[in-house]
């Protein structure tokens, strides 16, 4: 079976900085990938290129087996790319359940089935109590979690989770990770940027290392960890050495 | 499963409703025809404000150009009557059709420019369409037109010796205007405007066409303001450039909504029962030849708004608050 994400070759360049060169990686249906790296290391810009917020400099981007690569974010969320952004984007003035339901709608076209599949989602990511109120008025890890659910109102194929767990409490945190364990568990595919090692590391499948906009290293995590081209890019190469 | 939206749903159809019900029988016992006159302009701007509020309060685009659609919806509506003899029904029409393909072919390129600079697109937009009018030899250029008066007719929509047709015209008109606005809030589309409004990147990403959101939101709103123009020259039966697309009504379609609050149901129409009445009474009681002491009137109602209850007077009945907790 082919993979659900592909990217081959992406380069993104910004006038003479290089985010992304000569990205290739690689989904499979079912996994829960983490990407990650230190800062600067292109992760953002590689999540926004398989989001579709802009196209790649060179190279394609392949998902579910289509060509993607030119093709617009709203586009990408039909065909089944959800995500979540970094620095949370709520859509402040509208209630939680109004939040979702605007994800909801793209797969359902009856306003009474949106607003029942937006109850549903709500349910799942344990805001039911919170429905009614304003997303301006959510906690900040509420509103994480509302990036989540109305990502997944939308029925992703693949779940683009931007640093979700990054800035909360280990408990809220924990809960995340529950959280995002359960949404694999319905069979959604999960790509996650994380900066918090210890939190991501259990939770993953599969790791990518980003460094200088490259993929420095890629495999399980427990491997991924103990490598030493990973320590150096975090730490230095004095503990790379060291370790 | 959601009762208590369903029900906040039928609650404002029956407030609507009888709200409907009573100002139709307000002009019943009061007869001053300068008072009934108030009334017609306040239901007008209030349909014309409501009409407004779906671009710019929902979908966020603020225009300050809608005086285009305004006087486009007068200009098609005379010209048709005045040259063709096509009867204002039609033409009002007509005025709504062209007035929201023309919201499109202006959109298409404007939607790309952020913020303040659209708002600034649609003024300089406006200007430009008056100063076409203007120059417009057999629109009557600046001296406008006027409709040959022949005789009550509702074929040809005149009255000469009752303002109550055109009262309930304009109460028509502003529950039309009222229920559009009640159909889309729960519509695919009033979700996408909203998104679109509070972060078009976020929606984006949640498969809202931000583009093609303006632009139906573009088109509705022009449709709707285009009838109102219309629906004014046979109201007042002479038009000239100035007096139907001139700043001054871009300006009184978006103060009752902002003062009312932008991107709410009820917004426009309690703005508008506020502004337009005490616009009317500074014309006449100070007015005279200072034209803007309505404006400076209510600027300043308008800033003691922004100050005290920026989410407009509407705040004060907020039911969101329980919710908010």
């Known amino acids: 079976m082919t993979a659900l994400l592909e990217t081959r070759g992406v380069w993104q360049r910004f006038g003479g900085l290089v985010a992304n060169s000569d990205v290739s990686i690689s989904v499979g249906r079912g996994e829960i990938v983490g990407l990650i790296g230190p800062n600067g290391a292109g992760k953002s810009t590689l999540f926004n290129l398989i989001a579709g917020v802009l196209p790649p400099t060179q190279g394609t981007i392949w998902f579910d087996g289509e060509d993607v690569t030119n093709m617009p974010a709203a586009e990408r969320c039909q065909r089944g790319v959800g995500r979540t952004f970094q620095v949370v984007k709520s859509f402040e003035t509208m209630t939680v359940i109004d939040n979702v339901i605007v994800g909801a709608l793209v797969r359902n076209t009856v306003m009474r089935e949106a607003r029942r599949k937006a109850h549903e989602v709500l349910e799942f990511t344990g805001l039911a109590a919170r429905a009614d109120v304003l997303a301006s008025d959510l906690v900040p890890a509420e509103k994480r979690r ?26 809220e945190a924990q809960t995340g990770v529950a959280l995002v364990r359960k949404v694999r568990e319905t069979g959604v595919t999960v790509l996650m940027v994380e900066h918090v090692m210890e ?45 | 499963m959601d009762k208590s939206f369903t029900e906040r749903r039928r609650r404002e159809l029956l407030v609507a409703a009888s709200l ?3 100002a139709a029988l307000v002009p019943l016992f009061i007869k001053n025809p300068n008072v009934q006159n108030i009334m017609i302009l306040t239901l007008m701007f209030g349909a014309l404000s409501q009409s407004w509020n779906i671009l710019s309060g929902y979908c966020g685009q603020i225009s300050l150009g809608h005086a285009l659609y305004f006087g486009l919806g007068a200009y098609t509506t005379t010209l048709l009557f005045t040259k063709f003899g096509v009867p204002p029904w039609f033409g009002m029409l007509a005025g ?12 298409y390129p404007c939607f790309r420019l952020g913020g303040h600079y659209f708002a600034i697109a649609t003024i300089v937009i406006a200007e430009i369409g008056l100063l076409l009018i203007q120059n417009w030899e057999w629109a009557g250029a600046a001296l406008g037109i006027e409709m040959p008066v022949r005789g009550d007719s509702w074929l040809k929509f005149q ?13 028509a008109l502003a529950c039309i205007a009222w229920f559009v606005t009640w159909l889309l809030e729960d519509s695919k589309w009033g979700y996408w405007w909203r998104a679109v409004k509070d972060n078009p990147d976020a929606a984006q990403s949640l498969g809202v066409v931000v583009f093609d959101s303006k632009m139906g939101a573009a088109a509705v709103s022009a449709f709707l303001v285009a009838i109102g123009g219309s629906f004014y020259a046979m109201y007042v039966s002479y038009i000239d450039p100035g007096s139907v697309m001139g700043f001054q009504f871009s300006l009184l379609m978006a103060l009752p909504a902002v003062l009312g609050g932008i991107g709410t149901l009820w917004g426009p129409l309690l703005g508008a029962i506020i502004l337009i009445p005490l616009t009317e009474l500074t014309r006449s009681y100070i007015g005279g030849s200072g034209r803007g002491v309505d404006l400076i009137v209510y600027g300043t109602l308008i800033v003691v708004i922004a100050l005290a209850r920026p989410e407009g007077l509407i705040g004060l009945f907020s039911r969101r608050k329980g919710a908010t907790r």
Not at chain 1, 146 to 171: I, S, Y
Not at chain 2, 96 to 107: D, E, H, N, V
Not at chain 2, 159 to 171: G, V
Request: aromatic share 6%; charged share 20%; net charge neutral.
């Open chain 2, 20 to 22: 409907t019900v009573v």
């Open chain 1, 199 to 243: 939190i991501v590391m259990p939770l993953v499948d599969r790791a990518i290392v980003l460094d200088l906009g490259k993929v420095l290293v890629e495999g399980k995590p427990t491997d991924v960890v103990r490598d030493p081209k990973v320590i150096s890019a975090y730490l230095g190469d004095r503990h790379a050495v060291g370790a």
């Open chain 2, 96 to 107: 709504g059709a062209i007035s929201a393909l023309i919201a499109m072919a202006l959109g």
């Open chain 1, 146 to 171: 509302l990036e989540v659910a109305r990502a997944l109102a939308t029925e992703p194929k693949l779940l683009l989770l931007d640093e979700v767990l990054t800035g909360l409490t280990p408990t």
């Open chain 2, 159 to 171: 009255f000469a010796r009752s303002k109550l047709p055109y009262f309930y015209f304009a109460l």
